[in-house]
């Protein structure tokens, strides 16, 4: 099949302008592949760019995820709070640790963890965790958030993994809880040319732990001292990359947000459900509009070679590994997954394409509009 007109992701694009090839042959000359001086220099970048104290980089960010579930001594049998319509990576992450997910519904207007839902889990009974998926780019209501859970005593996870960046009140996502999970796969706001992650935290004690935990649970080489060890290091070809890039990020999130607000202006009077305009604190990592008609716009943006995608078609909590198992009220999370399509938004995509896009939506409701 050809590449459609307007594709879902740039490789490009997605190279921020930086010389990729360059990068790769210095690591190849190094002669060091995994956990190196890129690495360590990413490391300390990305911490000082979230503005927390220690990063540590792994395989990827459901990794990220478990890891950090692990280092905070989440174990089997306990019940860790999460959203149900983001993806399932931290389903994924808790199942990992044999904890049990405790799945609570989101805001109709931000689609993140509602703090409301979230109080009454909280009084409900024990919970180990609260995980906060930053989700679209969009900041979730990480001040609220963090305060229930200060109040429960219950530490709290920020997954950040499409929103490197955004920030709200001076302070980065990742920066509000007790530690910041982010990946780094290639489509993400900051990605590498593979897979790869980084746990971020203040605390000192549990970053020790994290670098045990990522690497068998060495306190030293072949000395295992931390129990439930992995490997998952990230490597020095995918640092150096992150690396080089890093310094460009805030202008590729910028670029995201213009052709967002792009959209915004020119779907406003259509019968669609758009985003908010980006501010700061949202980092555009997907457009996502909302339609009963998903099925019949997505089809039409296909025929006119516009590629779209569904960010998520189905919630956690109706997956098919869950079949038997009771199912949790999540009225809003169950509307959002029927609804919601991604149109085409990332760094790399021209202004031809994006009317393309604007083009072909407003075609959608004008045809069927009835004269
Ligand atoms: C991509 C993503 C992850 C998982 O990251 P991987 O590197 O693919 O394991 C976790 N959470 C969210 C919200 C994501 O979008």
Redesign the pocket.
Known sequence: MPSPAVPFFSPRGAAFGVDLGVCLQGVVDSGWYVLGPNVREFEQAFARYVGVGHAVGVA??????ALALRALGIGPGQRVATVAN??C??STAIAQVGAVPCFVDVDEGSLTLSPDRLRATLRDGPVGAVIL???YGRMGEASAIAALCRQAGVPLIE?C??AHGAVRAGRQAGAWGAVA?F???PT?NLGALG???AVLTDDTALAERLRALRQYGWARKYEVALAGGVNSRLDELQAAVLLAKLPRLDAANAERRAIATRYGAAFADLPLACPPLPGEDDVA?LYVVRTPRRAELQAHLAARGIASDVHYPVPDHRQPVRAGQAAPDLPVTEAACAEVLSLPCYPGLTPAQAEQVVGAVRGFFDQARPC
């Open positions: 990827n960010g459901t990794d990220a995820l983001a993806g990576y931290a998926t930053h989700l997954d993994a499409q999970c990946s780094f796969y993400k897979d790869g992650g990592h």
